[in-house]
């Protein structure tokens, strides 16, 4: 469908503006909120993530385009929401307490979104008991952990351990990310992966997640 095709093509071009009229003209043509989803927006970033992974796309234009897919999500969000479609899962993100960093955890949440996961963004310095509180409100089926700074890392492993203490390591599956941590690292602290960026991070969360 030539609407689907607009969509796809300006979130790869990060042209925010071309993808809002092009989510508008879709819904004005009868398409339904979640094939626009789908076969525009979620496929549109794929592809983007892919790019990232051959470096034919850096951070820069996979911000861009993580950005203009956010626009056009924002028209959609309330027409997914009248026509009950179900999101891929519920994840909640956060930069550890101590740590005030918010690029690589913005990145990897819209890239998230992209991906059509629902993600509870919890902000920067975020302490263990916050995690705790957000898993307990909101379910969620993953827990997505940043720290930029060695000295934040430790955060993550006191994290970890109070979702153990709180009875609910069972029921989510914590994947950490950030520029000084490493795969070691992470099976250290007892995590259930690490993402290296923010497009491994997407393929790790529907990994673990089982989902296509």
Known sequence: MEQLNTIYNAVLNGDAKS???????????GIAADTILKQGLIAAMAEVGRLFEIQEYFVPEMLISARAMQSGLAYLKPKLVE????????IIIGTVKGDLHDIGKNLVAMMMEG????VIDLGTDVSPEKF??????????????SALLTTTMPSMATTIKTIESAGLRNRVKIIV????????????IAADGFGQDASA???LAKSLLNID
């Open 19 to 29: 993808t809002q009229a092009g989510v508008l003209d879709a819904l004005d043509a």
């Open 83 to 90: 026509s009950g479609a179900n999101p891929a899962g519920r």
């Open 115 to 118: 991906a059509g996961f629902e």
């Open 132 to 145: 705790v509180e957000a898993i307990q409100e909101y379910q969620p089926a993953l827990v997505g952990m």
């Open 177 to 188: 990310g950030g520029a000084p941590l490493t795969d070691q690292y992470s099976k250290s």
């Open 201 to 203: 991070a997407v393929r």
